[in-house]
């Protein structure tokens, strides 16, 4: 193998290897960081939730099939608001209806939760057959119902006062 051959090798790996990690360094920074957030004032109050799409036919509308079932109080027809018991938003109360509603640090989210704990796209509720499901979105820090971690992309049944905790929020399904 002649020199130069040898020399456009080593340098088109140290590219490729240069290329690589800029690409590690930008995915990082984008799960770090999300996307761009716009400031708010102190004072302003927070928005309702923004509507989100509903899920497609994937594999989170099959494992909604295959989730047990749920007792009769827990149903969609008696969860009225979502109410945030603990973390920097305490308090505040969200009246949910029959869209889905995804939690996380992006500005784009229904619930913005806005802590080093929580993935830009931490979380979602869904309705599916008049119960609530909680999905985790593949989060780093994970999402906790009831005590148990739910399993990425394998969506749970939500009872009502269950505490469902994201990040270092923690809030509950109410009538």
Request: glycine share 8%.
């Amino acid at each position: 193998m002649s020199s130069l051959t040898l020399f456009i090798l080593q340098y088109g790996f140290l590219l490729l290897l240069w290329l690589f990690i800029f690409i590690l360094i930008f995915s990082l920074r984008s799960e770090v960081f999300g996307g761009r957030v716009r400031k708010l004032p102190e004072s302003a109050a927070p928005a309702p939730p923004a509507a989100v799409r509903p899920a497609g036919p994937d594999a989170v509308t099959q494992a909604h099939q295959a989730a047990a079932p749920v007792r009769a109080e827990a149903t969609s027809r008696s969860v009225g608001r979502l109410v945030i018991t603990s973390g920097p938003k305490q308090g505040l109360e969200l009246p949910i209806g029959s869209e889905p509603l995804t939690i996380g640090r992006s500005s784009d989210s229904g619930l913005v939760i806005r802590d080093d704990y929580t993935s830009s796209h931490h979380a979602r509720l869904v309705r599916y057959a008049d119960q609530w499901m909680l999905e985790d979105l593949d989060s780093t820090n994970g999402t906790f119902h009831d005590g148990h971690r739910v399993a990425p992309r394998s969506p749970v049944a939500v009872r009502i006062g269950a505490p469902i905790t994201v990040g270092q929020t923690t809030f509950e399904l109410r009538k």
